[in-house]
């Protein structure tokens, strides 16, 4: 998988890993991947619900530590 873009969110509290997020990937084409970095509990199940009500793919999410890592293709 090839990462495109990388978001570092870490220290950033519900909603801004979201918008952070939507505005990232608003900047890639169709089928490329976003990687996103976030420390809040929260942003698990945000950016989850988030991506798929956008029409976006949720690829995966790893725990890294405190570090939730999402990796997010844009539909």
């Known amino acids: 998988m090839e990462v495109k873009k990388m978001l ?15 505005k990232a990937i608003a900047e890639l084409q169709s089928g490329e991947v976003l990687e996103v970095h976030a420390t809040d509990k929260g942003s698990k199940s945000d950016i989850t619900a988030w991506a798929k009500a956008s029409g976006h793919e949720l690829i995966d999410v790893m725990e890294d530590g405190a570090i939730f890592k999402f990796f997010i293709k844009k539909g």
């Open 8 to 22: 570092d969110a870490k220290g950033l509290a519900c909603p801004l890993p979201v918008v952070r997020t939507r």
